[in-house]
């Protein structure tokens, strides 16, 4: 599996700033208290805005480049391809085939669940489909995967179990950036941020990895709804 992106541990160890343990914590800390303000308790603006440039802005200065950000062209956009459409695989079965039966008897969506549903104009479709590709796969994938993940990582001395926490913790808080799809929909969100998150570790922190399955996955949603398949 190729090499595709700039290993962000070593940037980070190599800036003045980027091994402070206790600016990582303060960061993790922030971010997650800005995604419950606004999905959870309804206080703040979009999260996913805000999070977006609190992460352009650390990882421009904790790691002093531009390019540490994750969206330079990976070494094969054939093998980012495939390994996305792979992952966006493992996480569309596992939640219509194992999270969602699970879950089925004890947790229900709530009736604004897909946004989606209902789309039957074309304009709405591609507008639809613009919101996929920015807001979603780019937006939160900077969000949860490349900035989440990774200040609990730099938290724990990107360690193993640092790297698992910052794993399990960014998928919680994308669960409950799902929250207003009800208690199935942070589970079934919270599944996926461990799929994509899994994905995104396995090939060396290669952002377009996640980014491609998170924009396939949520396009065959659109697809489903626009066409009829889905409710």
């Not at 507008?127 to 996929?132: E, K, M, S, T, Y």
């Not at 979603?136 to 790297?163: I, K, Q, T």
């Not at 060396?204 to 709804?225: C, E």
Request: hydrophobic share 50%.
């Amino acid at each position: 599996m190729p090499d595709q992106i700039p290993n962000t541990r070593s940037l980070a160890a190599d800036h003045p700033i980027g091994n402070a343990r206790w600016l990582s914590f303060a960061e993790v800390i922030l971010a997650s208290l800005i995604v419950l303000g606004d999905n959870v308790w309804h206080l703040l603006p979009n999260s996913v805005l805000i999070l977006s440039a609190m992460a352009v802005i650390s990882i421009r200065l904790r790691e002093g480049s531009w390019s540490a950000i994750g969206f330079g062209p990976p070494k094969s956009w054939m093998w980012t391809a495939l390994i996305a459409l792979a992952t966006m695989v493992v996480q569309q079965s596992l939640g219509q085939f194992v999270v969602d039966p699970l879950i089925r008897p004890f947790a229900r969506y709530s009736a604004g669940a897909n946004p989606m549903a209902g789309i039957h104009q074309f304009a709405e479709f591609l507008r639809w489909l613009g919101i996929v590709w920015t807001y979603a796969a780019v937006g939160e994938e900077l969000c949860y995967r490349r900035y989440l993940l990774n200040r609990v990582a730099d938290f724990g001395g990107n360690s193993r179990p640092a790297l698992l926490l910052g794993l399990l913790w960014s998928s919680a808080l994308f669960g409950c950036a799902h929250w207003y799809q009800g208690p199935a929909g942070i589970i079934s969100a919270m599944v996926s941020g461990l799929v994509f998150g899994a994905a995104y570790l396995l090939t060396k922190r290669n952002l377009w990895t996640s980014i491609l399955a998170h924009g396939i996955s949520d396009s065959v949603a659109l697809f489903a709804a626009y066409f009829g398949f889905a409710s």
